[in-house]
C-alpha cells in the first residue's frame, strides 16, 4: 500500500484525489492546499488530512509519495521538498514555466535517488500508445511523418490565461512531448511555429493565441505537424498520425456511444467527442497513476521523467523563439 | 458491334439506351413502345429508328440483339418472338409475375439457342459482387448467416403497385435472387415471410405491403434474413453482410461524397445515401450490359440465366404461401 | 449503505462480488456457493463472510439485498426465501427454464413487496438504451423494423450447454428482452423460429443450436428480426437499429482502441470488436447494478422485473414451439 | 459543339482525349505531339487527324479550343499561339517553372480575350469543392485552419524527376492552389516549408524531395497545413480538413468498393484507396472538363485562371525560398 499526500485540491487535484482512493494499492493520507475550502472538500470527500502545511503533507512519516497537482509556481518548491524527505514524486505537468527554476531544481535534487514522473497522460491513452508501440515495432516501417490535432472545446478564464505562460507551454507542450514520445530516440532538433489570436479576446488582451501550427524536424528526418485550437465547437479533438515506409497508422477520436443517426437529412451521424481531457483521458489517467503506484512498489524507473518534462518546456522555449523570430529555430537539450 | 432494339422507352428503358448509346460496341438501331411519345423520345436522342410494331423492331435483319424493358406482361411474348427471330435477349426482371406464363415461355424457346439474360442488375454492384467472390474463394470461410437489407426510398404511387405483382415479387425478388447468388449451388430449400402495410395508403387499399422481413434455409443449413421497405427517409438502403466460420463481409451504404461534417451537435456526419437505384447501381448497369455484350460478341454463357429469372419468382410465389399460411413453406425448383 | 448477499460465486458471481465492493453505497457482507472454494475465493477478495448456508446468507439481520447469480435451476428457491425474509432482490437471467417453476414462484411471493430486479444487462448499455430513448422520444418518427445481431465469440463447452436449457432460452433470451424493451408498451404477438447446428459438434450431440435466426410480429405490425451465433471470430458482435418513418439508429459494435492502420492490403483497418460480454457490458453491469441501489435505497420501482424475466421466457418458449412445428406461433403472456 | 486540338498524346493526354471524345459537346479534331507514335495512337482511338506540327493542329480554322497536356516547357508558346489564334485554352499544370516565362506569355496575350483554364483539376472534386462550398457559406463559420494531406502512391522514375522542376513546383503547387481555392479571396502572405529526401534515391541524386510539410498563413489569420510525400502504400491519400468558429468538414479518402471486413485479427477492413490521380479524380477531370466546353459556348468566365496558375507558381517559389533560408518567407503576387 502506497500512503499518498496530495498537494493541491482544484479541478485536476480532486479528480487524483478520486483515482488515488479508487486504486487498490494507494491511499489518500493527506490533502493541501492554500484554498482552505478546496483543501476541506477533498479531505472530507476521501476520509483523509487536511494537512496545515506543505511541511506537514511531504514530511509526515507515514507518508511514501507526492502527487504535486498545485499551481505551477508551487512546483519545483514542493519537488526539491519531497525529494529531500525521500518521497517518491507524480508531478503535473508542466514542471515549470520557466527554464531556469526546472535547472536549478534539477540540480537541488541530482543527488537525490527517489523516484519522479511527469503528468504526461496522453502517453497512457491505450490508443495513442498502441500507435506509439507499432512505430517501435516497425508496423509501418521506417517512420516518415507524424501529424497531431489538439484542439481543446473551448478557451480559458483570463485569469487562467495569466498564469499559463503562453498557449505553446500550456497546451502545445503535451503535444511536443508526444512526438517525443512517439519518436524515441530519434531527438527533434528545429521547429517552425505559427500563432494566432483569431477568436478569444481573453487571449488578444494577453497577446498569447489561440490557434497555432508547427512544424518540427528530427535528427533522422522526420518530419512532424502539430495544430492546436483552443475552440473546437465538436469536442476535445485529439489526433495522432503515423505515416512511414510500410502504412499509416491513426489514433482517432472517440465518440461516448456508439450510436448512429441516418435522416432524411444525413447518415453515419455519430455524438459530439469526449467534452474535454478528464473524460476522453479518463483511462489515461487512471493507468499512468497505476504505473506511477508500480514505480514506487517494484521500484521500476518511471516512464514520464523529469528531463522528459524539461525537454518539452525547451521546445515550447523554442516555439516561442520561432514565431517572435520568424525563422525556423535549432533546438538543444 | 451488336445492334440492339429496345423495347419499351419508359423510365428504366431511357436509361438502357443511354447505356446502349455510350457502349462502344453497341448500337442502338430501333426502339419500340406502345406510348409513342416515349417511343419518339428515344429514338430522337439516341437517334435510331422508331419502330412501328414489335416486329419490326425484333425481326429485321440488322438487329442482333434484344433489350426488353417494357411492361411486364409483355415480356414472355417478346423474349419467345426474339428468340424464334434468333436474337440474343436482355430482358427486365421480373420475366412475368405468373409462373405459368414463364413456364409456356421456356417450353416454347426449348430448341432456340440465343443467349438469354436477365436484369438483376445487384449481381454487378462492385461490392456486392466482392462479398460474393469472397464467400467462393473461402474468405470467411463456411457461409453460416445472410443478411440482406434492402430499402426504397419512398413508395411508387399506386398505378406502379397494380402493375407490380405484390411486394414481394416487384422487390423481394431482387433479394432472393441475390440470396441465390451468394449461395451459389446451395439452394435455398425453405421460406418463412411477414408483411406489413404501416404507412403506404396505396399499399393497404391494394392489400399490398410496405414492410417485409424473410428469413430463408438453404439446403446446407444457411440462414438467411432479408427485410425491406417502401421507405427509407436516408436514401435507398442496400446491404449485404455474409458471416462464416472465419469472419464477416459487409458490402455496406455508398454516399456520394466522402465529406464528413463535425458540429456541436455531431460529428461524422455524411451525406444522405445514393436516392435510388438509377445512382446507386449506375455501375452495375453499366457492367450488367457490358457483360451481356461480351455473350453476345465472345458467345459466352449469361451469368444471370432464365432459370435465375424463374427461380427467384418461385422463392417470390412460397414467400406469399408462407405469409397466406403462417407457416414455414418449402420451395421445389 | 445497502448490505448484500450473494448467491453463486462462480463467473457471473465473481464479477458481481467485484462490482458490488466498487459501489460507494453497496457492502458484499456474505457470499454463498455450494462449491466452497468458490466461496471462500470471493469472501477473501472481498473481505465478506463466507455463508454456510443459502439461509444464514440471505436470512441474516445485517443483509438488505440479495443478488443471485447462482446456477439456474436454484433461481426461483432463492427468490423465494429472499421476498419472504423481506430482502430486496437482483436475479440473474434467467429466472428458470421452466415456466412453472416461474409461475409458481411468483405465485408464492405475490404477497410480498421486495423490489425484484432481473439482470438483463444489455437495457442498460449506453448505446442501446440512448436508442430505445430515441425511439421513446420518437426521433425516428414511428418505428417499423428492429434488427438485432447477437453473436457470441466462441460455443461454451458440453457441460454448459448441458444445464443452459437451449440456445434460444440461454441466448436469444437476452435478444427478446431487449426487441420488448425497444417496443416499450407495445407486445410481441408472433414469432417464427430457425435454428441450427452448423459447426459446433457439442450442439449437435445435444440436439442443440449453434445458429438462429427469428422474425417476431408486435401488436401494432413492427417486424423485428434477430439472429444469433455461437461463434463470431471477430468478437462478441452486438448491434441494434431500429428503424423507422424518420429514419434509422444503429448501436453499433465497439473496439477497445480508436486505432486505424492503412497497409498496401488494406485501409481504415480497426481492432477486433471486445472479446465477450464482460469487456463489452462492463458499463452496463456497473449502471444496472447501480440502479438496483437505487431502487432499494430510494424505493423507486425496478426497471427490469420479474414479469420482463418471465415474458422473455414465454417468447423463448414460443420460438421452441415455432421451430418444432415450422409455423408461426402466436405469443400469449 | 466545340472542336479541339490536343497537344500531348502522353498519359495524360491520351485521357483527355478520351474525356474530350465522350463529351456531348466537345469534338477531337487534331492531336499534336513530338512522340509521332503516340500522335498516332490517339489519332485512331480518337479518329482525328494527326497534325505535323504545332501550327495545323492549333491556327486550323475549324478548330476552336486548344487543350495544351504537352511537356511543360512548351506550354506558355503554346498558350500565346493559341490565343493569337483566337482558341479557347485549357492548359494543363503548371504553367510554367520558370515564373519569367509565365510573366513573359502573360504580357504577350494581354491583349487577346480568349478563355484560359488551368488545370487544377482537385478544385472540380465532388467532395473538396463541397467543403469549399460550405465554406462560403460559413457552414463552419468563420475558418480558422486548412490541413491538406496529398500524398502520391509511388515516387517517379528519374527522368520525370529532372522535368518536374522540384517536388514542391511538381506535386505541391496542387496543394497550394487548393489552399488558395478554399480561402477564396483571403490571400496566403506567408510560408514555412521543409523538405526531406529519405527514401527515393532518384530525389536524393536530384537534391529533390520526397517528403515535405510546410504551413502557410492567410492575410486573415487563417493557418494552412500541407504535407506531401512520394510513396503512401495504401494509395493515393487526398484529404482536406477545413476547420472554423463552427465546426470542421472533412473531405476524406475514397475506396473503390464499400465492402468492410471482419476476422479474427480486425474489423472494419476497407480496400485500399484509389491508386492515382486518374482513378481518384476521375470525377473531377471530367466535370473540368465540361466546365471548360461551358466556358467556350457559354461564354462564361473560367473558374481556374491564368492568375491562379501563376499564383501557385508564386506560392512554391517562396516555399523553396522559406527551405533555403530556414525562415518564414513573405508571399507577393
Redesign the interface.
Same mark, same amino acid.
Given at each position: 500500500m502506497v500512503n499518498f499526500s496530495l498537494m493541491g485540491a482544484g479541478r485536476i487535484g480532486k479528480m487524483h484525489a478520486e483515482i488515488i482512493s479508487?486504486h487498490p494499492n494507494a491511499n489518500l493520507k493527506y490533502v493541501y492546499d492554500v484554498n482552505k475550502k478546496f483543501a476541506n472538500e477533498v479531505a472530507k470527500a476521501s476520509k483523509c488530512i487536511k494537512a496545515n502545511s506543505p511541511e506537514e503533507a511531504i514530511n509526515s512519516k507515514d507518508v511514501d509519495a507526492v502527487l504535486i497537482a498545485s499551481a505551477t509556481p508551487t512546483h519545483t518548491k514542493f519537488i526539491t521538498m519531497a525529494a529531500k524527505a525521500g518521497k517518491a514524486i507524480f508531478c503535473e505537468k508542466p514542471i515549470d514555466l520557466d527554464i531556469k527554476k526546472v535547472n536549478k531544481c534539477l540540480n537541488e535534487i541530482k543527488n537525490t535517488k527517489v523516484p519522479i514522473q511527469i503528468g504526461f497522460n496522453r502517453r497512457f491513452d491505450? $490508443?495513442h500508445a @498502441?500507435?506509439q508501440l507499432?512505430r517501435v515495432k516497425k508496423?509501418i516501417g521506417?517512420l516518415? !511523418?507524424i501529424?497531431i /490535432?489538439s =484542439?481543446d472545446p473551448e478557451p480559458p478564464g483570463i485569469d487562467y490565461l495569466k498564469a499559463a505562460g503562453g498557449f505553446f507551454r500550456d497546451t502545445t507542450i503535451h503535444d511536443f512531448d508526444l512526438a517525443r514520445f512517439i519518436l524515441g530516440n530519434d531527438p527533434v532538433i528545429?521547429i517552425?511555429a505559427?500563432g494566432?489570436a #483569431?477568436?478569444d479576446k481573453n487571449a488578444k488582451k494577453q497577446k498569447d493565441h489561440d490557434?497555432? !501550427?508547427?512544424?518540427l524536424?528530427s535528427k533522422k528526418?522526420? #518530419?512532424i505537424?502539430i495544430?492546436n &485550437?483552443r =475552440?473546437?465547437? *465538436?469536442?476535445y %479533438?485529439q489526433r495522432v498520425e503515423i505515416?512511414g $515506409? @510500410?502504412? !499509416?497508422?491513426?489514433?482517432?477520436?472517440?465518440?461516448?456511444? &456508439?450510436?448512429?443517426? *441516418?435522416?432524411? =437529412? &444525413? /447518415?453515419?451521424?455519430? %455524438?459530439?467527442?469526449h467534452f474535454f481531457f478528464i473524460e476522453r483521458y479518463e483511462q489515461a489517467y487512471k493507468d499512468q497513476f497505476n504505473e506511477f503506484v508500480k514505480c514506487v512498489t517494484k521500484k521500476t524507473k518511471p516512464k514520464v521523467t523529469f528531463e522528459d518534462g524539461k525537454n518539452a518546456l525547451i521546445i515550447a522555449n523554442a516555439a516561442y523563439e520561432s514565431y517572435r523570430?520568424?525563422?525556423?529555430v535549432n533546438i538543444k537539450f
Open positions: 479508487a491505450s $490508443s @498502441k500507435a507499432a508496423e521506417e516518415e !511523418m501529424v /490535432t =484542439r528545429q517552425s505559427f494566432e #483569431l477568436f490557434t497555432a !501550427m508547427f512544424i524536424k528526418g522526420v #518530419l505537424h495544430n &485550437s =475552440r473546437a465547437v *465538436y469536442g %479533438d505515416f $515506409s @510500410k502504412g !499509416m497508422i491513426i489514433s482517432n477520436n472517440q465518440t461516448p456511444t &456508439s450510436v448512429e443517426r *441516418y435522416t432524411n =437529412r &444525413s /447518415t453515419t451521424v455519430k %455524438d459530439t467527442i523570430k520568424g525563422k525556423v
